[in-house]
């Protein structure tokens, strides 16, 4: 595969570990906790139809960049629909970078408009992301600190973060 990132690939595994733990402790059945396994497995496949310089790079993005890497959750769901995944499997590609309070992406939807899983995925993709280091030399942070950071704002569950939170302390 051309555009093979090694950090994307470790990226989806962790997602997808922290993804499961939530769900487990949401008592999630078998099938569903299938689900969002694959579903936070291929969060970011979109990212692979990026040109791979751009995602690799170490400068912020301009203006157009920026635009064309926002649309990394729509690429990423156009690219596997032809699987026939599961809707539960394809919200969570689409819905990733949506917020609870509206301000994220592609579609700038709200709560209850985001599947409970994709509210999992997008804690543990932002977990992740704070606590690696990532190829524009963003410094990997404590867990906790991590946690701390997303708890402040209104885009996050924060019962799904303190889920998240009590079980790393067990």
Known sequence: MANYLGWLYTHSIDVAMMSLIIADKLEYNDKKLFYIGLGSLLHDVGKLMLPK???ERKEPFNQTEQLLFFQHCELGLSSVESYGLPKECTDIILQHHERLDGSGYPKGIKENKISQSSKIVMIADTIDVITSERPDGQR???????????????????????????????
């Open 53 to 55: 310089s751009m995602i």
């Open 140 to 170: 990997a942070y404590k867990m906790g600190e991590a946690i701390a950071m997303i708890k402040t704002g209104t885009e996050f569950s924060n019962e799904l973060i303190s889920l998240l939170e009590n079980t790393l302390q067990q």
